[in-house]
């Protein structure tokens, strides 16, 4: 298969790069400046917004793993997004956007989102969640696309080698009954597992218009944040 993945040089998308090689997968890398220290094979330096339907010829699946953590870039999670949707409607294409897990619903009415509850998300971040949030219900939109919104457990971790299992959970997660994340339960997955996860559902082209959740279990150290 043909991958794009938008990001690449972040921890998740040099990770998904890096496992859909050893699949044997031909991967295109999509990076808006160049980075040193990486392999430079196949990569194309481009602003996400600027790409265009001769970028994405003969693409098989594309993973939206851009990363931006300021409140003058956060609007990628849905401008992005939103200009990907639009080049790739009515297509065979598979989108994979790496989710937040601050939309996970936290009711059984989806009524409540973790990012409500500060000591998960304090006010520093809800820039960055509103932009997530924002994506997601962008994405909801397009019956038209074949999306996958993959969120990560809450702590997502780039430190540790893969664990070597994961399960896929839906779109609501149970937060601590002390709404500390110190006391949480099966909010826990690596980067590498996560990366994994990512192509497995993309061989086996699955959660088609779904909202997922990959998750391996505890936190190792339930007082670190990643």
Known sequence: MKIL???????????????????????????????????????VIKDMLDLNRQDISGVDAIVDAVGAWTPE???VHYQGLLHILEL?????????????????????????????????????MQDLCAAHTEGLKILRTFSCVNWTYVTPAYNFDPTRQAIGHYLVAGEEFQPAHSKNPND?????????????????????????????????????VPTQRY
């Open 5 to 43: 993945v938008i990001g690449v040089y972040g921890h998740a998308g040099s990770l998904i790069r890096r496992e859909a090689l050893k699949r044997g997968h031909t991967v295109i890398g999509i990076a808006h400046r160049k980075h040193t220290g990486f392999d430079q094979h196949n990569i």
């Open 184 to 220: 949480g339960q099966h909010d826990y997955i690596t980067y590498a597992d996560y990366a994994r996860g990512v192509l497995d559902i993309i061989e086996q082209h699955r959660y088609v218009r779904q909202r997922i959740t990959l998750v391996s279990g505890n936190n190792p």
């Open 73 to 75: 870039t956060e609007i």
């Open 88 to 124: 790739i409607r009515k297509t065979a294409i598979h989108y994979l956007k790496v989710g937040g897990a601050n939309t996970l619903y936290t009711d059984k009415q989806h009524q409540h989102t973790l990012q409500e509850l500060p000591l998960y998300y304090p006010d520093y």
